[in-house]
């Protein structure tokens, strides 16, 4: 299989965007990170998601081409610094493993304990599209209130991310949701903001003494009670019922502060009696009588049975074996009479729906929304307890795409059968999260068509399209894929599995029993070494 390393592009991304400030030369880079990726615009950006924030900036992904959010947080106190380091790093180990298709990314952090002042960098999605609050200020001035079709499309993700946090052991507590901190793309997707550290709200401001968003906090959280999901949940509700009264439009905009009093009187007012009764729940006194975000997207209000198209959908995009070329309809060539399914009669024919009937557009569209993590199938994701330290995200959604077109070209290093010499590649380090394998025919009758397709630990996705012989193995395939750093060496085995997997489905039988002989032989290969 022949393979060009070519420089990975990525794809067009749509973030948020907070408010900046505009000033002469931007574009100057102010710092840079220790490994030289990330790199600090002069540009400040006013609107920011995480609680303690110092002072944050527009910085640049120089290895992916992207805006992202620079964050700092300066420590006054040298030697508690010092001390809590540990504690500070564990935290944010932990929360750049989060991964899910609502919350804001946390890419990487480091410290810098050589300034005047300790600090904690840490490297943030760019938002560019505003949040709800902006959203339901410009809404607010029609005459229009939200309907409940967009209530729903708003809050079900919001208490899809919460369900995935709180669902960690121990429960990761968000503590800091607001509609301020909730995000909308072009494309509609919800975002929340980053996880609130812990491990710095001691040394840093509070969102609780900010009385602008006092009435999202609990009232356990403001007696200083130990902080848990419950915290989140009355926040939710205070937002839910904010989205529904496009920003408690009904009490004008001469009340400084929202009391408990004035959102128990305006949760009177709402019409919808389902509505009503989910977010009464949310805003009770006592935290344990609130439900859970889990709960909650069984609510009537909220739950509805999905549909059958959108479940298909959602089956090609988790089916390991189809490629993203084969899930574009309006490209490929279909035939508009072929019968996908019939809907029986008793005393008449049956009514047949064709592939024609469906436009190939629309199809398109709603795969690529699936794949973003716009309709997510919320009742149908396994419950399970998942350790914070060994956290692995589960969403579909990547902020960036990185293809590699691995095509056979003159001069290319050959995948299998080339002889093995040291690397003159750099050696991946990310390990691979998902991946997925696909053989097909090739033009050439002694050689089949092989597609790779990978997920790397931070988000990046790389694909692969080359050509095999008949004669190449799946072990001898990863070796050279380590060798050219497409792959990590730890990654080995359950990469060739995942080969030899796809070619025995393909028929290649002995390739499917060449993975158990890569595996046996491996051992006496190293002690050979």
């Not at 400084?256 to 009187?265: C, G, H, R, S």
């Amino acid at each position: 299989m022949e393979v060009n390393k070519s420089v990975e592009k990525p794809k067009a991304t749509s973030d948020t965007s907070p408010v900046i400030d505009s000033d002469e030369d931007t574009d100057v880079i102010l710092e840079e990170s220790p490994c030289g990726r990330w790199q600090k615009r002069r540009e400040k950006i006013r609107q920011r998601d995480v609680p303690g924030v110092d002072v944050a900036y527009l910085a640049m992904d120089s290895e992916l081409g992207v805006e992202v959010v620079w964050n700092e947080v300066h420590f006054s106190d040298r030697t508690r610094f010092l001390a809590e380091e540990e504690e500070v790093r564990s935290v944010f180990d932990k929360l750049t493993k989060l991964d899910h298709p609502n919350l804001i990314k946390l890419h990487s952090y480091w410290l810098d304990r050589d300034s005047e002042k300790p600090r904690v960098i840490f490297i943030t999605e760019y938002m560019s599209s505003g949040s709800i609050s902006q959203f339901l200020k410009r809404t607010s001035q029609s005459s229009k209130a939200l309907t409940i079709k967009s209530w729903k499309k708003w809050c079900i993700p919001v208490l899809w991310a919460l369900d995935y946090l709180h669902s960690f052991d121990p429960p990761i507590v968000h503590c800091n949701l607001t509609c301020n901190t909730l995000f909308i793309q072009q494309n509609g997707l919800i975002k929340m903001g980053c996880v609130a550290p812990d491990a710095m709200q001691l040394h840093v401001r509070q969102c609780r003494e900010s009385t602008r968003n006092l009435h999202y906090v609990a009232p356990e959280y403001q007696q200083g009670k130990p902080v848990a999901p419950p915290v989140d949940i009355y926040a939710f509700g205070v937002c839910a019922l904010e989205m529904a009264t496009l920003g408690f439009r009904s009490l004008g905009t001469d009340i400084p502060v929202v009391t408990k009093d004035l959102i128990d009187k305006v949760t009177r007012t709402l019409e919808h009696p389902l509505q009503k009764d989910l977010i009464d729940r949310c805003i009770q006194s006592e935290p344990g009588v609130r439900p859970t975000a889990h709960e909650l997207l069984f609510h009537r209000a909220l739950f509805e049975v999905p549909s059958l198209r959108l479940l298909c959908c959602h089956t090609l995009v988790r089916d390991s074996s189809c490629a993203d070329s084969d899930l574009r309809f309006s490209s490929s060539k279909r035939d508009t009479e072929r019968i996908l399914a019939e809907v029986v009669h008793s005393n008449s024919a049956p009514d047949p729906c064709r592939q024609g009937d469906v436009a190939a557009v629309d199809l398109d569209k709603m795969i690529e929304d699936v794949r973003n993590g716009i309709y997510p199938l919320t009742t149908f994701r396994r419950r399970v307890s998942r350790q914070v330290s060994s956290v692995r995200g589960h969403g579909t959604v990547s902020p960036v795409v990185a293809t590699v077109q691995a095509d056979q070209t003159n001069g290319g290093s050959s995948v299998g059968g080339a002889e093995s010499s040291e690397s003159q590649y750099p050696p991946e380090t990310r390990r691979v999260v998902e991946m997925s394998a696909d053989v097909k025919p090739s033009d050439s009758k002694s050689a089949k068509m092989l597609t790779l397709m990978f997920r790397f630990q931070d988000n990046l996705h790389r694909e692969l399209v080359g050509e095999f012989a008949d004669s190449e193995t799946a072990h001898g395939l990863v070796q050279e894929l380590i060798r050219l750093g497409f792959v990590s060496d730890s990654d080995r085995d359950m990469v060739a599995d995942t080969i030899a997997d796809s070619m025995a489905h393909y028929g290649l039988t002995d390739f499917g029993d060449e993975k158990e002989k890569s595996k046996s032989d491996q051992p006496e290969d190293d002690s050979a070494s």
